[in-house]
């Protein structure tokens, strides 16, 4: 099995060194390439990751090329010579162990095309989750599951491993920010691809500042749910 893992990066100066002794401590325990893709930063975050990469083999960083999550993550998708890909956020919020769950999962399950994590099972941990950012996060997730009638409740949560050739059949990617996270998930369940959902842990970032945005991001999110709703319902209607 070939694994890459897709870290979109924007401003993380403070974090990027501290999120990289991360995934080179992982590296002893299994094999993959950590592809970050800089979008756009405009501190230092672009010097030290290049840096990074020239001392380290399994690392490779590329540029993006229109500014967005959406960009930045479709560019990592085609960019991984690899057939497992796993797209994992530069803050540390979601625990790089539970990617060893998810490794040893898609090993033994080879018909599964992704590996879900919920941060919301009562197996899970969550630390530090701002109030009004969770509430916002728990209404807009379960009235997801309720509209498209899933067994799933954690859909904006980036953190989720894919096979590659599941994620170029979703393509394209029309998603420009963190609904990207919400539409990859969507159009996997709605085409019928085989998924499993397991508890994550997940606590809030120490350093540097979040790029979420709430008010920015809520009309983004509804575009992505009707997007995925009507592309569902041609389907469903195409195959009747």
């Known amino acids: 099995m070939k694994l890459s893992i897709i870290v979109p990066v924007y401003n993380e100066s403070e974090q990027i060194k501290r999120t990289f002794e991360k995934f080179k401590r992982l590296k002893k325990k299994i094999n993959f390439k950590l592809i970050f893709i800089d979008d756009f930063s405009t501190d230092d975050t672009s010097k030290k990751i290049k840096k990074i990469e020239k001392f380290n083999k399994f690392v490779k960083v590329f540029k993006n090329k229109k500014k967005g999550l959406g960009s930045a993550i479709d560019i990592g998708i085609k960019k991984a010579k690899s057939n497992y890909v796993c797209i994992f956020m530069c803050d540390l919020s979601d625990d790089v162990n539970d990617l060893l769950k998810y490794y040893k999962i898609v090993i033994n399950n080879p018909n599964l095309d992704a590996v879900f994590g919920t941060r919301f099972s009562k197996k899970s941990k969550i630390k530090n989750y701002p109030f009004i950012k969770l509430l916002f ?104």
Do not use: H
């Open 137 to 240: 996060n728990r209404i807009a997730n379960n009235l997801i599951k309720i509209i498209t009638f899933s067994d799933y409740n954690d859909f904006t949560n980036a953190f989720k491993i894919y096979k590659k050739k599941t994620l170029l059949n979703l393509m394209p990617i029309v998603s420009e920010n963190f609904n990207v996270f919400l539409e990859l998930p969507l159009k996997l369940i709605s085409r019928k691809y085989k998924y499993t959902i397991i508890p994550i842990n997940w606590v809030g970032r120490k350093y540097g500042q979040s790029k979420f945005k709430m008010r920015e991001l809520g009309s983004m999110y509804i575009f992505t749910l009707l997007y995925c709703l009507i592309e569902k319902f041609l389907l469903n209607k195409g195959n009747k």
